[in-house]
């Protein structure tokens, strides 16, 4: 009976997944249209859709080290990555409107594509160079138009709650555009919902964010040493306390 429940719960927690993240895209999409600029759909993002599937999965968001960012300022966040929940709880626990660098796969997916493209979000094709190159420059102009932009470097989910190696792309975006790089940890993400299948189970998300990280002085070719660094900034912020 356990396992029944269970079963029916979580189909019913897609089926809300679906529906809410459908609706809510389509009235930020029509904001877009009316208002003409991306700030309103990009905090309808952050205080209506993000709360309401944080709240449905029964996660309870904690936040920490916020007063250690300039919020007035674009940064590069880069956080380590254990579940698709992640990006609600970035989008919640961060006070200032951000971007994502997205695989380029999901510019074809339903809504989610749509108002990713709307919004202005980062796509990065990995099979094209050329490609990666010409979309990371577009990336630099917005970053120094004012917008952050958040990234997951590892590139993939964890399965096991390790931290993968960190991959250079987000890193030169910061270089190149002259901003600091923000590590974040997310720890208790993969509880709630890990990383293969669907399977939401209540818990406690806890996000920290750490110092940030210079780039003045930084070339292009420093990209590698810098992601390394921010690895080892959010294997710390990990390491400083566990999940209750």
Not at 34 to 43: A, D, E, F, K
Not at 132 to 146: E, F, K, Q
Not at 189 to 206: D, E, K, M
Request: proline share 5%; aromatic share 8%; glycine share 10%.
């Amino acid at each position: 009976m356990s396992r029944l429940a269970w079963a029916t719960f979580n189909a019913l927690q897609l089926l809300f997944t679906l529906l809410w993240t459908a609706g809510w895209i389509c009235l930020a999409l029509l904001v877009r249209v009316v208002t003409g600029g991306r700030r309103w759909p990009l905090r309808m993002a952050a205080r209506c859709w993000a709360p309401g599937l944080l709240h449905g999965a029964g996660a309870r968001l904690e936040v920490h080290g916020l007063e250690r960012v300039d919020w007035s300022r674009p940064h590069v966040f880069v956080a380590n990555h254990q579940s698709m929940i992640d990006i609600c709880a970035l989008f919640r626990a961060l006070p200032a409107p951000v971007r994502f660098m997205l695989k380029q796969e999901l510019a074809k997916v339903p809504f989610v594509g749509w108002y990713a493209r709307a919004m202005g979000m980062v796509f990065i094709e990995r099979a094209s160079a050329r490609s990666s190159a010409r979309r990371l420059h577009a990336a630099v102009g917005v970053v120094r138009a004012g917008a952050s932009v958040c990234a997951f470097p590892e590139g993939t989910r964890s399965r096991d709650g390790g931290v993968g190696a960190f991959k250079g792309g987000a890193f030169q975006l910061a270089i190149e555009a002259g901003v600091s790089v923000v590590p974040v940890a997310i720890e208790g993400s993969g509880h709630v919902l890990p990383a293969a299948g669907f399977r939401v189970r209540p818990g406690t998300i806890v996000l920290r964010v750490g110092d940030p990280l210079p780039t003045q002085g930084l070339a292009p070719h420093d990209r590698h040493a810098l992601a390394q660094q921010a690895r080892a900034a959010v294997v710390a912020l990990l390491e400083g306390g566990a999940v209750q």
